[in-house]
């Protein structure tokens, strides 16, 4: 059965357009529903409304716009290859490191403004060039994904390949992570990213063979359909699960940016194996994108890179309570040590509005301090006494 490519017409470059905007459109939407839920939390932190955040009229706006994006992503495969669809998530990392600096007026000290911004704003350039490049010069033919073509490309022995490798790598990370406790950030992200490019092939699988039952070709009376729809949702959920893991032990700057990189670098091979999407590329086109998709990489690695630093030494004041002397300490250890003797005040901050504790005191040590004080004093009053 021949491939229905619609590459040698002008319907593949309408096909591309259409996803590649659809695409923009819902990353864009999606970020400005993440700062307006964010607003509305912090705006109700604020006040003392005792409303809960699912009462509020913006966290409702946000979760429309949340539903409007994630449905013009979804639609965004249909129309338009995986190497396409997959690198534009950086558009939803540039456009929230936008509104975080207007809309949600994030700011840092202004010793600190000129290096984190100033990496923020090469990085924005660096990831809209990146986006330019890969957008121009990727795979430009579009295959009509019916259910006979997909059963297709599932039997096909380069799919069964790239799906027993990924078997194979997902069950040894997933061994180390469990029993051997490596919890390392990579690991995680790696599983997540194994599971994305399993997603993103059923997403678009299922998005294209409803756009074609909506044209009038039925697809929904295959089951293949309903097996892409269960391993599309089973995998989402379970890279929620990672993603939600991965967020304990590390911070969310560092997750989005590794997370981007290592995701869409898996979608697009699997775009590639799996719907064989540069296939009627030249060498010129391939090397232009993956600069593009290079570029956009180390944009959004030095947006996220900086966008919240950490104090890993804050300094503080002991006295010791038998010679009464203060010292100050500001270098070494990363937080106070515990009481022992001394006391200590001015180092942490009481974020949750809780008093301090009442240090105890050492009423043994504090006798033997006055009996000592006592001592030294007695000669001096028989002197003047003789």
Not at 220 to 241: E, G, K, N, S
Not at 287 to 312: D, S, Y
Request: glycine share 6%.
């Amino acid at each position: 059965m021949a491939v229905d490519y619609s590459g040698a017409d002008g319907n593949s470059y309408t096909d591309n357009l259409i996803g590649t905007l659809l695409a923009i459109f819902g990353n864009v939407l999606v970020s400005i529903s993440l700062s307006v839920q964010k607003y509305s939390h912090v705006t109700l932190a604020g006040t003392k409304d005792p409303r809960a955040f699912y009462r509020t009229k913006t966290w409702w706006c946000g979760l429309v716009l949340t539903c409007l994006g994630e449905g013009a992503n979804f639609l965004s495969y249909a129309f338009a290859p995986l190497a396409l669809v997959a690198p534009l998530n950086a558009v939803s990392v540039l456009t929230s490191s936008i509104l975080g600096l207007i809309f949600l007026r994030e700011k840092s000290k202004p010793k600190e403004f000129a290096k984190r911004y100033g990496l923020s704003f090469l990085g924005c350039v660096l990831t809209i060039g990146g986006t330019y490049l890969f957008v121009t010069f990727g795979p430009n033919s579009h295959e009509k994904l019916n259910a006979e073509n997909i059963v297709r490309h599932i039997v096909g022995w380069p799919v069964l390949l790239y799906l027993l490798l990924e078997i194979i790598t997902f069950s040894l990370l997933l061994y180390f992570y469990k029993q051997r406790s490596a919890n390392y950030l990579v690991v995680i992200l790696l599983l997540v990213a194994l599971l994305g490019s399993v997603t993103v092939i059923t997403v678009k699988a299922v998005s294209g063979m409803l756009v074609l039952s909506v044209e009038g070709t039925m697809q929904l009376d295959y089951p293949i359909f309903y097996v892409m729809f269960v391993c599309m949702v089973a995998t989402v959920v379970f890279q929620a699960r990672f993603l939600s893991q991965a967020c304990k032990l590390y911070d969310s700057s560092l997750i989005a940016g590794v997370n981007y990189i290592l995701s869409t670098s898996v979608s697009i091979v699997a775009g590639a194996i799996f719907y064989l999407e540069f296939n009627h590329e030249d060498v010129l086109h391939i090397c232009m994108f993956l600069l593009g998709t290079a570029a956009c990489f180390l944009g959004v690695f030095l947006i996220t890179k900086n966008r919240k630093r950490t104090k890993t030494f804050e300094p503080y004041v002991t006295m010791d309570m038998a010679n009464g002397v203060p010292t100050i300490h500001d270098k070494g250890l990363v937080v106070q040590p515990e009481y022992n003797g001394s006391f200590s005040y001015g180092a942490l901050v009481n974020n949750d509005g809780v008093a301090p504790a009442t240090l105890p005191v050492n009423q043994k040590q504090a006798a033997v301090t006055a009996r000592s004080a006592a001592a030294s004093h007695r000669p001096a009053d028989q002197k003047k006494e003789d």
